[in-house]
């Protein structure tokens, strides 16, 4: 295990189907960490994991977006009923509780929505 | 909550020549700054932090400076490269907090 990886990493849909995506953080890492990316901008935050807990959850996220993390380990971002402006990059980082700032970054699952 | 600003949104210095990016933050209670570099394409990747109980740090071609009572922090880039082009992101957070705050970005092009 040499980095973050995400799955997957192109997702093409139709406005109103869900989608999910996974990652997979580093993993002596017990912080996982969700933000979305579009063009010209930089990474927002989403929300963010201490082990299997899910400490803050950005103002930002409507209802339609949920995640977790049951074991500690791997993560999942849900999306129901997506629409148009959920189009965007969404980047998984992990880090260490210690080195919480120090964030390492996943390839990233960009998601289109038609 | 944190607010980061970042100036320029593009910068196109020659090669050899150096490069500065500036960076303004609101929260007094942020005390780490990092910056990463996203090449296209690719996923962010952090190439230098400075934290608040200091006031420069440098490694090699890259310095990173703060300015406390400014709250602001810029990046210095001395004899750029074309391999340095790319797009660079400043950001806050408490260390050991709980999230970082992105700037949005200023793309680096340097001309060979």
């Known amino acids: 295990d040499t980095g973050v990886s995400q799955d997957p990493r192109h997702k093409i849909t139709k406005r109103g189907q869900n989608v999910t995506f996974r990652c997979d953080p580093i993993?002596?890492?017990?912080?996982l960490y969700w933000y979305r990316q579009t063009l010209g901008q930089g990474p927002e935050f989403l929300t963010y994991?201490?082990?299997?807990?899910?400490?803050?959850k950005s103002r930002l996220l409507s209802d339609r977006f949920s995640a977790e993390r049951p074991k500690g380990s791997f993560s999942t971002l849900e999306i129901q009923r997506t629409e148009q402006g959920d189009s965007a990059m969404y980047l998984c980082?992990?880090?260490?509780?210690?080195?919480?700032?120090?964030?390492?970054f996943g390839e990233g699952s960009r998601l289109t929505v038609l | 909550g944190e607010n980061v600003e970042q100036h320029p949104s593009t910068l196109s210095v020659q090669e050899g020549d150096s490069a500065v990016i500036k960076c303004t933050y609101s929260?007094?209670?942020?005390?780490?700054f990092p910056w990463y570099k996203q090449e296209l394409g690719k996923r962010p990747q952090l190439i230098i932090d400075?934290?608040?109980?200091?006031g420069e740090k440098k490694d090699q071609r890259i310095a990173v400076t703060l300015n406390k009572t400014a709250k602001h922090f810029s990046l210095h880039i001395t004899e750029t490269q074309p391999e340095d082009s790319a797009v660079y992101f400043c950001?806050?957070?408490?260390?050991?907090?709980?999230?970082?705050?992105f700037g949005a970005g200023t793309i680096l092009r340097v001309k060979s």
């Open positions: 980082a992990s880090s260490l509780v210690v080195r919480a700032g120090e964030l390492f």
């Open positions: 993993s002596e890492h017990n912080r």
């Open positions: 994991f201490q082990n299997e807990a899910q400490l803050e």
């Open positions: 929260d007094s209670a942020s005390n780490y």
């Open positions: 400075i934290r608040s109980n200091v």
């Open positions: 950001a806050a957070s408490m260390e050991y907090g709980n999230k970082l705050v």
